[in-house]
């Protein structure tokens, strides 16, 4: 009965059969198939726009009657190259480098403990308090900030408590990190960029770390390499990949941000900033993204730079 | 108690029984490794229990057991990657156990290699000696000495992801042998290549070990490469040693069940058919090779066991063929011969036949059942 009911099926396959054995004949159009979506909405939607960008930068703004002039010219670039303007790429892009150097050397050690040493259930809490920030909004978080490091706020009470006012004091009056308080200072703002973007950092770096494997360490060990010796010719040129994976992130993330600025700090001009304000408030949208494309320099400039120093060597 | 025990020895080769609390020492000078006691247990698991173990400077000495037996976490003690939980171990006379492995005049050849990846062929074969701050050009002259030990000559520049497993397995012993270690730690180096490659490898390891005249620990769970290469052999089950020999005390008298069973295939008698065959219910072992099959009836001469059977099962495997004898009593014997005359359709059509089998008696090795 059932060798009968089976025999018509087998002769005469399905639709839905033929259709995967056709597929499983043609793997290029099965491959075809599957990338063009999201092969569209790369193409279309996100080089497509950062083109449409690239062409708005060539445009320029009329200053008398405030309309986009749409033709190829060099004089936006021109308006860009100003010295306040340059200012502003310059804290941004030290701000963003300062970011990256802290986070990677904050990041480091907690990574490592929870790639080498923590449990299995240690590693999963730690993985879970990296990432449960993420999970609530950013501006929350930005605005909580703005509590605790004000001057009535959590932490320099904490900070009087244990006797280091002086010392805070001290930092503050420096003339280009300090101010009136932290979280209306330079520094301040470097340490809620740091907290923001550090799960970046600590993600790839535990990463890379957990991909060493143990017996590399053990035979560096064997050929007489105290661990030091072995963190420095082994571990960190194998991690380094990690480390620029994530310093991609929080270099970027810094360079393109503009809602910390306005919030913590001595509202200095960032570049997100300066966007922000050229296509909305002045309306100026070629010089906005004449300014957009300074960071995705800065970005290639920084890639090049890290290729050059052999950071994906080890890849 | 073994009656085969002590004639055949060699003095300078010890036969210790791991019963025997009194240990025989090799000889007289000061062993390259020394185990006294050690143990190491994870929690309620002993993967090592109250091992006892003098290796002899310059020999060959293999650890040889199934995985889990505790032959790994023994060498991984050696080169000092591990701790024990109790027990010391001295390399050359001096008590090591307490030493980090970087201040252990041992050096190891990883069973996965562990090359650095992002290393060419000379930097991780001058590993150590740039660690020792050895002047570039004494290094790169002694990269090339090893690479041609190794025959590898010229391969300085590659990158480890260019090299073949055989390539990469040389590679990983030069870099170990460049620090001129008194005792290489081997751990199962040869696991990962095929048949061919391993046996060519063997006979270069058993000649680099000659030449350079270095202790080789080496640890396999392939009793052949054990018996191939090893000067000496421990037999190791249960985190336990069965049994410290050369490969032919290891072979000829295997001094445990687990020994006989592991090292080469054997036959265990035991019971109403040992009673019947050898006039005891005492265990005892018999090789496969050392049985011959005749025809039923054939008068047994002085000085034979016997038994009659009938053949269940034939297997020929080109040199040789495997019968799967089944006794009148019950057991089962395997017996193995030599393809000499016969051809495959020979031995095939003995399937069913019943057969007298003979061997003898002196090949019986009785054996003290653990308990």
Redo the contacts between chains.
């Keep these: 009965m059932t060798t009968a009911s089976m025999t018509p099926a087998a002769s005469h396959p399905s639709a839905e059969r033929r259709l995967s054995t056709f597929l499983y004949r043609r793997p290029v159009l099965s491959l075809l198939l599957l990338l063009i979506p999201p092969l569209l909405w790369l193409g279309i939607l996100y080089i497509g726009s950062l083109l449409a960008m690239l062409i708005q930068s060539f445009y320029r703004l009329d200053g008398f009657t405030g309309r986009v002039v749409r033709e190829f010219g060099l004089n936006t670039y021109g308006d860009l190259f100003t010295q306040a303007h340059f200012d502003i790429m310059g804290r941004t892009a030290l701000m963003a480098a300062a970011v990256t150097i802290a986070g990677a050397f904050v990041a480091f050690p907690i990574a490592y403990y929870m790639a080498r040493y923590a449990g299995r259930r240690t590693r999963a809490f730690l993985y879970l308090a990296v990432l449960l920030p993420l999970w609530s909004s950013y501006l929350v978080r930005v605005y909580a900030w703005k509590f605790i490091l004000a001057k009535e706020g959590v932490f320099n009470w904490f900070i009087s408590q244990i006797g280091l006012q002086g010392v805070l004091n001290a930092v503050l009056d420096f003339p280009l990190i300090g101010g009136e308080s932290l979280s209306v200072s330079p520094l301040g703002l470097f340490l809620v960029f740091l907290y923001v973007w550090l799960p970046y950092m600590i993600l790839p770096v535990a990463a890379a770390l957990e991909r060493v494997?143990r017996?590399?360490l053990?035979?560096?060990?064997?050929?007489?390499?105290?661990p030091e010796?072995t963190f420095q010719?082994?571990t960190l040129?194998?991690v380094f990949p990690g480390v620029v994976a994530g310093s991609i992130f929080t270099f970027s993330l810094t360079l393109g941000d503009f809602i910390i600025p306005t919030i913590i700090g001595d509202s200095s001009p960032f570049i997100g900033l300066a966007v922000y304000q050229y296509q909305g408030t002045a309306g100026n949208v070629p010089l906005a993204a004449a300014f957009t494309i300074v960071p995705m320099v800065i970005m290639a400039a920084y890639l090049i730079i890290a290729k050059r120093l052999g950071a994906f060597?080890?890849l | 108690m073994n009656p085969c025990e002590g004639a055949k020895r060699e003095p300078s080769q010890g036969f210790a029984n791991p019963l025997d609390e009194n240990r025989i020492v090799a000889n007289d000078s000061v062993p390259a490794v020394r185990l006294s006691g050690v143990s190491r247990h994870f929690g309620e698991v002993k993967a090592l229990d109250n091992i006892h173990l003098d290796i002899v400077d310059g020999e060959f000495f293999s650890m040889l057991g199934p995985s889990g037996s505790g032959k790994t976490t023994c060498l991984r003690l050696i080169?000092?990657?591990d701790q024990p939980t109790a027990g010391r171990i001295e390399l050359h006379g001096e008590d090591v156990t307490d030493l980090?492995?970087?201040e252990r005049s041992?050096?190891?050849v990883?069973?996965?290699y562990?090359l650095?990846?992002?290393m060419n062929v000379a930097d991780n074969v001058g590993?150590?000696l740039?660690?020792?701050k050895a002047p570039r050009p004494e290094r790169m002259k002694r990269v090339s000495e090893m690479l041609d030990l190794v025959q590898l000559p010229g391969m300085e520049q590659r990158k480890p992801s260019q090299l073949s497993g055989g390539q990469r397995q040389r590679v990983a012993l030069a870099?170990?042998l460049i620090?001129h270690p008194r005792v290489l730690l081997l751990d199962e180096p040869l696991g990962a290549l095929d048949l061919k490659l391993r046996q060519q490898m063997q006979i270069e390891l058993k000649a680099i070990q000659q030449r350079v005249g270095i202790t080789f620990i080496y640890v396999t769970h392939d009793q052949e490469e054990a018996l191939t290469m090893s000067d000496r052999l421990a037999v190791f089950n249960h985190g336990r040693i069965e049994q410290i020999g050369t490969p032919a005390e290891a072979y000829e008298h295997p001094a445990t069940p687990f020994a006989a069973g592991f090292v080469g295939v054997s036959n265990l008698i035991s019971g109403a058919t040992a009673q019947a065959i050898s006039g005891t219910p005492d265990t005892f072992s018999i090789r496969p090779e050392k049985i011959n099959i005749q025809a039923p009836g054939v008068v047994v001469p002085d000085g034979y066991c016997s038994a009659n059977g009938r053949i269940r099962d034939v297997v020929y495997l080109g040199m040789y063929t495997r019968y799967l004898v089944e006794l009148d009593g019950g057991a089962d014997l395997t017996v193995v011969r030599q393809n000499l005359d016969e051809t495959s359709m020979d031995v095939l059509a003995n399937r069913g036949r019943p057969v007298l089998l003979t061997w003898q008696r002196e090949h019986n090795r009785p054996i003290a059942a653990l308990s």
């Design positions: 494997p017996s590399l053990e035979a560096s060990g064997d050929l007489g390499a105290r010796a010719h082994v040129p194998l060597d080890a | 080169a000092g990657f980090p492995p970087y041992v050096n190891t990883f069973q996965d562990a650095f990846p992002h590993y150590g740039m660690i020792k870099r170990a620090m």
